[in-house]
């Protein structure tokens, strides 16, 4: 069999960081677009222990401080969104247009 | 000393006389007003004899030789003189002094003596005249007031004490000349007198400030000490010019030319006043200031003979107006300033003995003149017009017989008063600086002779021919009452024997009046001319004691012309009936109404000076200068203040317009309609879809990987 390189974790990683991308462009629900957000933020977690394997222990030290930037964002944002939900009784990514012109 | 420790009263007398009439006239009688009034002059003369008398005394002491007596009250005006305030012509501190102080030398003594005597007659004569007048007390007042400060003036020992006397006399002629107020004629002739004495005033007060600061003192006694003493050069220039200012305040005072013209008006004034004041006393003020100031006159041979120059012509020329005038009043005043020219006269030549003496007679004959016509004028039911009077001498006996001793006396018959006075004026104006002179004595004999001639004419006019008057005014002719006559009769006495004072050596006198009045005068009077030949006399002093025949001759000739000009009076108008022609008058009619027009004088004088005549629309003179001032200042300086002011608006407005549209507009407004412009398609990109706006940051990142992969 063909061993499992750090090639296929970066492969990995980019189809996630895809995934999560285009979740993040399309999706109507905000909850689902915050979904998104941590997919690609755990992508590039992914594509750091990947380096970490090749190039010394920082990668992966770096790789928690993104998990508890995640974390922190995550309840942020869905404290942005329980803020929103109480004014416009609504999650549709759609109805956040008070800044329009 | 009593009398002279106790002079201060004499002025203060009639002072408060007048200060009485002031606050009580009003409530008392007519007898008290003439106790307070009279009774106040009547101790000022005795008060007056009792201190000359005890003045001879006092200077007969080898202490005292010649010298003036002062006696200083307190100091009036200034600080003592260790506070030394003002500078002198030569850069050292003076002090500024003038002290309530009284001088009392020859000179003041004669003044005073007459102004009291005939001051005392006039104001007896007065409560005849005044009788039946309203306002008694008042005219009572002010001849006190006058009294006053004509003492003041002539027993001051400063020039300044001296101002307050003048500047009061001037006051009280006023009030006197426009005592019938409710009359225009009056009021304008007060107010003409007052003007006209003013100024003279500034000349006088020029003159006086002038001497302060060459001198450094105001006092007589210092001045004339610093003159004698002081070599100064003959003919200094500062000197010069404080003489004459202080002559411009003589002739305005005394009447001269060109400042005369107040005098004739002032006849306006009751007779008694005509006859104080501007007969007797306060005409002779500048005469009075010129002999006092002799020392200074001396040292200016310039200032002499411009006072000896305009004296002169100023007797022929008033002499000449009176040959034709109509009212009695007039003929004397203008015989007034005609006698004052021959007093400047005697001053100018030198012979300051001569014009006091002249003074002195004077006021006694002119007074009885001027009394002498209240006297007709009152017989005539207020007529004063010579060509309605006529043969007055029947019934009016005492005033006829003591005005013709005083027309004798001023026409210079001899043994009467005037003909000694005036004729050592003519003789010292002939005899005086080598001959210098001889053409004002040319002008003065003429003068003595029209003098003559106007003055008997008045009294043939008056008392004699045929009478011209209405019936009515003829009924109610009678002599005046002894208050009147008595004091007639004192100054006809006067006028016979006054003169025998003064009978000179070429007579056989022995001149008492110019030895008494020597220290003042000649004794220290240094030499006019710069070079002097031996055996030359000075002006001023006395003559050595032997007498010129040519003397003789002039004597006999102005007797002649006295003589003459009473013949031919006496031909013309012995006869005078009703319309009388006046020779003058028919030989040569425009001379005639020159004289009479008094040469157009006044009217040339409100051309000039008064801007109450105009030349079409423009007036002359300075109110002319005044006139195109105003005109220059509303039309041109307030021309231009309101331009200025107009530019300021424009500006203004242009200003506004710029701020409106420029600034605002373009400036302000400008930017932001060009933000608004492109503000609408740019606000465009907001569309409010945050996907969107991640699509746009995914791009984004596409493109600089991208771009940095492919680098």
């Not at chain 2, 009279?38 to 006092?58: D, E, I, R």
């Not at chain 2, 010649?66 to 002090?95: E, M, R």
């Not at chain 2, 018959?413 to 003909?419: E, N, Q, R």
């Not at chain 2, 003068?447 to 003055?455: I, L, N």
Request: proline share 4%; hydrophobic share 50%.
């Amino acid at each position: 069999m063909t061993p499992i390189t750090p090639i296929h974790y970066l492969i990995l990683a980019a189809a996630l960081f895809a995934l999560g991308t285009i979740g993040v462009l399309t999706r109507r629900n905000v909850v689902i677009v915050l979904m998104s957000i941590e997919l690609i933020l755990n992508a590039v977690n992914l594509n750091l222990v990947a380096f970490s394997r090749m190039w010394g222990l920082e990668g992966q030290v770096f790789s928690i401080f993104v998990i508890t930037d995640a974390a922190a964002e995550a309840a942020v944002g869905l404290g942005i969104l329980i803020a929103f939900f109480r004014n416009k009784e609504t999650v549709n990514v759609d109805e956040v247009d008070l800044l329009k012109w | 000393m009593f009398f002279l420790d106790y002079i201060w009263l004499i002025p203060l007398f009639p002072a408060m006389g007048a200060a009485i009439m002031f606050f009580f006239g009003r409530k008392i009688e007519k007898p008290a007003v003439n106790a307070v009034c009279v009774g106040a002059v009547v101790l000022a003369f005795l008060f007056s004899c009792g201190a000359v008398w005890q003045y001879t005394g006092w200077s007969a002491m080898p202490e005292h030789a010649h010298q003036p007596f002062q006696k200083i009250l307190y100091t009036w005006l200034g600080s003592d003189s260790s506070h030394l305030n003002f500078v002198k012509h030569d850069g050292t501190p003076a002090a500024f002094q003038a002290d309530a102080g009284f001088l009392l030398d020859p000179l003041s003594s004669i003044w005073l003596l007459f102004v009291t005597g005939v001051g005392m007659l006039i104001h007896i004569y007065s409560t005849g005249y005044m009788a039946h007048e309203g306002g008694y007390y008042r005219f009572f007042g002010y001849l006190n007031l006058f009294m006053f400060s004509m003492l003041t003036l002539i027993m001051g020992n400063n020039y300044v004490v001296m101002f307050v006397g003048w500047e009061g006399v001037g006051l009280c002629s006023y009030l006197l000349i426009g005592f019938y107020f409710h009359r225009k004629s009056a009021s304008d002739a007060a107010n003409k007198a007052f003007i006209v004495n003013r100024i003279g005033d500034a000349g006088f007060l020029l003159g006086m400030f002038t001497l302060a600061w060459y001198f450094g003192s105001f006092r007589f006694t210092d001045i004339n000490h610093l003159a004698r003493t002081g070599n100064f050069q003959i003919g200094d220039p500062i000197i010069t010019a404080a003489a004459l200012l202080l002559f411009v305040g003589a002739c305005g005072k005394s009447a001269q030319l060109p400042l005369y013209v107040w005098l004739p008006d002032a006849m306006e004034g009751p007779t008694p006043v005509s006859a104080l004041i501007h007969a007797a006393t306060m005409v002779t003020a500048g005469v009075y200031m010129v002999a006092r100031s002799n020392a200074l006159f001396v040292l200016a041979p310039t200032a002499m003979k411009t006072v000896a120059i305009v004296g002169a012509l100023t007797a022929i020329f008033a002499a000449s107006i009176g040959l034709v005038q109509n009212d009695i009043k007039r003929v004397l005043a203008y015989s007034t300033v005609s006698q004052l020219g021959y007093m400047f006269l005697a001053l100018g030549v030198g012979a300051f003995a001569a014009g006091v003496f002249h003074v002195f007679t004077h006021a006694f004959f002119k007074a009885l003149l001027f009394l002498g016509s209240g006297s007709v004028i009152h017989a005539m039911s207020g007529e004063q017009d010579m060509r309605n009077m006529g043969d007055l001498h029947r019934r009016t006996p005492v005033t006829h017989w003591t005005m013709f001793i005083a027309t004798l006396a001023i026409a210079g018959i001899f043994p009467f008063a005037g003909f000694f006075s005036k004729d050592e004026i003519l003789w010292q104006a002939w005899s005086s600086e080598r001959g210098a002179y001889q053409w004002l004595w040319l002008i003065g004999v003429i003068t003595a002779f029209m003098t003559s001639f106007y003055m008997f004419r008045l009294m043939y006019l008056t008392f004699h021919g045929r009478p011209r008057m209405s019936h009515e005014v003829e009924h109610h002719i009678h002599e005046s009452p002894k208050s009147m006559t008595v004091p007639l009769i004192i100054l006809a006495a006067g006028s016979i024997f006054a003169g025998w004072l003064g009978v000179p050596h070429s007579l056989g006198g022995s001149n008492r009046f110019e030895k008494f009045l020597e220290p003042v005068f000649a004794k220290e009077a240094k030499p006019v001319l710069a070079e002097q030949t031996p055996g030359q006399l000075a002006a001023g002093q006395k003559e050595a004691e032997h007498t010129n025949p040519t003397e003789y001759l002039l004597m006999l000739l102005s007797l002649g012309l006295a003589a003459a000009g009473w013949g031919l009076a006496w031909k013309v108008y012995r006869h005078a009936d009703k319309g009388y022609a006046e020779p003058i008058a028919a030989k040569t009619p425009l001379v005639y109404t020159a004289m009479l027009n008094k040469y157009y004088v006044d009217e040339g004088y409100d051309y000039i000076f008064t801007g109450r005549r105009k030349l079409g629309p423009a007036r002359l003179g300075v109110m002319g200068l005044g006139d195109a001032s105003a005109w220059f200042d509303s039309r041109i300086v307030d021309g231009t203040v309101n331009g200025a002011g107009w530019t300021t608006r424009a500006v203004g407005t242009l200003s506004t317009w710029w701020d409106r549209w420029i600034i605002d507009g373009l400036l302000v407004n400008g930017p932001a309609i060009v933000a608004r412009v492109f503000s609408y398609p740019a606000r465009l990109v907001q569309w409010g879809l945050v996907q969107w706006y991640a699509l746009l940051m995914v791009a984004g990142l596409v493109g600089f990987v991208a771009y940095y992969s492919y680098r």
